[in-house]
């Protein structure tokens, strides 16, 4: 044969064997089985030796050769087997190897002893590979069953115990959060090997548990993330309902954050579009938590201008006692009118002490008050009072004052008539 049939012969045994030794129909031998064919063998290459058809059977012998290598169906390790019948294997196995090793060093062609060297070698390559494919394939069949959680586990559809269904299906998002990335992982791997003609029902394999992995995990994430939003979404529901009032900051500011914290599940979730929904929730909460926060600081300003005048109007009329006590020592209020002029003063300082709660200040002046009498016209003369008498004569004399000039009219009148 020549050498370029000779590798494409050599290239579909690799395969077959590859294929063959992770094929769900797979099955190792009986080993009373595997020794006698392995004896077949033996016997089948003396008889090529001996027709000098060495050339010709080198697709034979590499075969003979792959099928006693790991995970083909004459291997067997120590652990498969008791020990005589190992021995027994061992040895028969042992002899076939030497059979194949002679029969390759005996051709005369060192072109063809070149490639079957390179095969053998591939075949250890491709085979490491495709089990380091396959084991990535059993992982992301692993994933699926992890993905693929009876709802019953996750929502108990308990109306009173809502926030334990919401716990489950976050830890549930989370977890998927984890299995996403390692099947992700996964998949990167299958680039890498996905043009490998060696190996390409393997890497179908894991393909297509890669996929099943992933419809699975988006089927469940997809109704735990819709009852994770709804969650969200009713608090939105709830803030758009909430009175836009001082009282209710406080409701605002717990809204905002039950919205920060849903956000940052579907953003370790993955889960951009419900991301950008609770942004355009929290954003709109925001709105109205910082337009209540500004009514709050013109209150607080309003509050301290107010509270600024009140502290003025205090401090002047604790002023005007403190005046008027200086002036009292000071015996400048001996006259009736500065008294009562202060008196007056002090009345209104007392007012204003009052309604701001001074208590301590206005009882100060209550106390000058009730020591001094100031309040009293003690020293004011007796002939002060005149003004007041007259003025009450006057009056007198100008409601009498009609009613005589009638009596004396009907006087004349009765005069006159007699």
């Known amino acids: 044969m020549e050498p370029q049939k000779i590798e494409k012969e050599l290239d579909k045994i690799i395969i077959a064997e590859i294929n063959g030794r992770f094929s769900e129909t797979f099955k190792k031998l009986n080993i009373l089985k595997a020794d006698e064919i392995i004896e077949e063998r033996n016997r089948e290459i003396v008889k090529i030796h001996q027709q000098e058809r ?35 294997y061992a040895g028969k196995k ?8 002679a029969s390759l ?3 005369a062609d060192e072109e063809l002893i070149h490639i079957v060297y390179r095969k053998r070698s591939l075949f250890d390559d491709e085979y490491a590979k495709a089990k380091e494919v396959m084991r990535l394939a059993e992982q992301a069949a692993e ?50 090997v996905s043009q490998d003609i060696y190996i390409a029902e393997v890497v179908n394999r894991m393909k297509n548990e890669v996929s099943l992995a992933f419809q699975s995990m988006a089927q469940q994430s997809r109704k735990t993330s819709e009852f994770i939003f709804d969650q969200a979404n009713t608090i939105f529901q709830n803030y758009k309902s909430t009175q836009s009032r001082l ?16 956000r940052k599940i579907f953003e370790s979730a993955g889960d951009e579009d419900r991301k950008k929904q609770i942004e355009f929730f929290i954003s709109t909460v925001e709105t109205g938590t910082e337009k209540l926060q500004k009514e709050i ?36 209020l001996d006259a009736a009118f500065k008294r009562r002029r202060a008196f007056t003063r002090l009345k209104k300082s007392l007012d204003v002490l009052k309604s701001n709660g001074q208590r301590v200040k206005a009882r100060e002046i209550e106390r000058f008050l009730n ?43 009765y005069m006159m008539t007699k």
């Open 54 to 88: 060495i050339a010709a059977s080198i697709p034979f012998f590499f075969k003979c050769y792959l099928q006693i290598r790991e995970g083909g169906n004459l291997y067997f390790s120590p652990d498969d087997l008791s020990k005589k019948e190992f021995e027994i």
């Open 94 to 101: 042992g002899r076939l190897e030497v059979l194949l090793n």
């Open 105 to 107: 060093n005996t051709l």
């Open 143 to 192: 994933i699926r069953k992890t993905a693929d959680r009876p709802d019953s586990e996750l929502f108990k559809n308990d109306l009173k115990n809502r926030s334990t269904d919401e716990e489950a299906a976050i830890l549930y998002l989370r977890e998927m959060g984890h299995l996403r990335a390692a099947l992700q992982k996964i998949e990167s791997r299958y680039a890498e």
């Open 247 to 262: 009282a209710n900051i406080e409701k605002f500011v717990s809204y905002k954050e039950a919205l920060l914290r849903y």
């Open 297 to 332: 600081e013109k209150e607080k300003q309003r509050e301290a201008a107010a509270s600024e005048k009140d502290n003025r109007e205090v401090k002047d009329a604790y002023d005007v006692f403190l005046e008027i006590k200086t002036d009292y020592a000071d015996r400048k």
């Open 371 to 413: 020591s001094t009498g100031i309040d009293k016209d003690e020293d004011m003369p007796d002939n002060a009072s005149q003004p007041q008498n007259l003025l009450f004569y006057k009056k007198a004399f100008m409601v009498i004052l009609p009613l005589t000039i009638y009596l004396a009219i009907l006087n004349i009148y």
